[in-house]
């Protein structure tokens, strides 16, 4: 069962050793130096991703402190569980986390145009492009 976790003294360490493919480095930035923004950035939520008792990936979002939207900064699932359906699993449950605030009603990720399998990944839960571009990254929304 996937389920999202904070980042603690004890699972630390496997969530900075957590991997991505060589030809995916270039789309994420690395989890450690995501949590460590988490500490200056108090809007930033980092959350572990397990599948039953293993770590399996990073996730971060949070209520951007430029645009007040909510935002998923960082998604990532370690190369040895990417294309099994845990990544979709997680993401859908980050997605339920975040619908809980009834505020809201709408979800902004940014993805690198080159990133087809993450594309691929947002289109199937609904995220589509917005026609903003920040830096390299296509803005993606999920509207509730």
Known sequence: MITLRNIDYDNFRKIIELKVHENQLDFLTSNVVSIAQSKVQSECIPLAI????????????????????????????DKKYQTKGLGKAALQLLINQIQKDKTYNKILLGVRKESIIAIR???????????????KEHIMELSY
């Open 50 to 77: 397990y599948n039953d008792e293993k770590a399996i990936g990073f996730a971060m979002y949070g209520i951007d402190r430029r645009d007040g939207q909510y935002w998923i900064y960082r998604f990532m699932i």
């Open 121 to 135: 990944l947002y289109h199937s839960l609904g995220f589509e492009f917005s026609g903003k571009i920040f830096g």
